[in-house]
Structure formats: C-alpha cells, structure tokens
C-alpha cells in the first residue's frame, strides 16, 4: 500500500471548519483514500473514503485532488467531540485485506 | 444494525500467563474479523485476519494466535504473556460486499 503523510497536530477552532491535509504521492491507480479517527481510548471509527471523485456523507467530506496525490478531510462544522486522531489510509480492495494505520493527526477542537 | 464486542475491556497479566481475548459480531453473517494492537503512542497493527471459521491468517510472526470456532466469534490466544504484548487490542469486521472496518471498543492489556 502506498504511504501517507499527514501532519502530527492540528487545532481547530468549535463551529469552524476543519482541513486536515494528506500526501499520497506514491498512490496507484487502484488504491482507494480511507478516512478513519480515534477517541483516546476507542476503536478507530470508519469516517469516509473515495477513489477519484469527491465524497460526502453525514459525517464529512473527502477533497482528491486530480493527480490524486493528495487529499482534504473536510469537517465541516468542527465540535469539541472532533477532537480525536485522524487517520488517512490508502489501499487497493483487491484481495487486500489490510488497513496500515500510520501515525496519524491529532486534531484538537478548541473552544 | 451490526454491533462488535470485545472483552475484557481491560486487563493485567503477569508474564508467562495465558491470554484469551473474545470478540464477537452481531447483526452480520459471513463477516471477515480481524485483530489489531495498538502500542501506546503507535499506530495499529494488523495481527490477524479471517474470512471464514477455521481460516485464519497470520501478518506478523509473534507468540499469539487466533481462533474463529464459530461464523461470528474470533479469540486471540497467548500461552505465554511476554510484557512486549502489552497493548490495546481491536477487533474489527467487515461485510464481505464493502470494504469498511468497523472496530470494537478494544481490550487494555497490561503485561507485568
């Protein structure tokens, strides 16, 4: 799978959007972008993912840009219960069983 | 809907013990389960995997091992603790049709 960069720390200000920045420029054609976070002391929780074209649901918004060497997870209006790891994740679907969780972002939610 | 469960929620062993760590689905069928730890400050790592009872995967050569006796219960095993396998320890699934991973609420396991 290919390798994600993603800064260690972030904040963000309550009510404010947060962007929360990944390199992927190693990413082939057949890998799909995973969103997951982590509550200190949870499960990682399934956000979003996509491939090529931008994504949204309920909890979020997914940014790939053309090349698809990177991407923006939008939230858009940030809660103090956002504050968590976030975790971007590339990998293909195809008989790959494994999500290779990196270091991640810490984002914190100020108030 | 689909829940997961994982117990105990936390755990401390001495060295040389046996661990057996349960984890089980609802809601699903067929699912494929997986097991994880986390060290602390680290990412996870993917320790097991299963796509059917009896089959089972292994990614890291390590002193556990996995079990899926039933579609829906997967059971990581040690018969000797070592304090290298302190951690936190994830269950997750998936539907075969999809590709998310739902995880569990995770296991405490502190190894003295």
């Known amino acids: 799978d290919a390798k994600t960069t993603q800064p260690t720390s972030m904040d963000c200000a309550e009510g404010r959007a947060a962007n929360l920045p990944c390199n992927h420029s190693t990413i082939s054609g057949n890998e799909y972008v995973y969103w997951y976070r982590q509550i200190h002391s949870q499960g990682p929780q399934y956000i979003i993912h996509g491939l090529k074209n931008n994504e949204t649901n309920e909890m979020a918004s997914l940014i790939i840009t053309e090349d698809r060497k990177s991407s923006t997870l939008i939230l858009p209006h940030a809660t103090l219960r956002d504050t968590a790891v976030y975790y971007c994740i590339v990998r293909d679907n195809f008989g790959n069983e494994k999500l290779t969780f990196g270091t991640g972002t810490r984002l914190t939610i100020i108030p | 809907s689909q829940t997961i469960h994982q117990w105990p929620a936390t755990l401390v062993q001495p060295v040389g013990s046996p661990l057996s760590l349960e984890c089980t689905v609802e809601g699903t069928s067929n699912p494929n389960l997986y097991w994880y730890r986390q060290a602390a400050g680290r990412g996870l790592q993917l320790l097991f995997y299963?796509?059917?009872?009896?089959?089972i995967s292994s990614e890291v050569p390590q002193n556990l091992s996995a079990s899926r006796p039933q579609d829906r219960q997967f059971i990581l095993s040690s018969k000797k603790l070592l304090l290298s396998d302190s951690g936190f320890y994830l269950c997750a699934w998936r539907e075969d049709r999809t590709y998310e991973q739902y995880f569990g609420p995770g296991t405490r396991l502190t190894v003295t």
């Open positions: 299963s796509v059917g009872i009896g089959q």
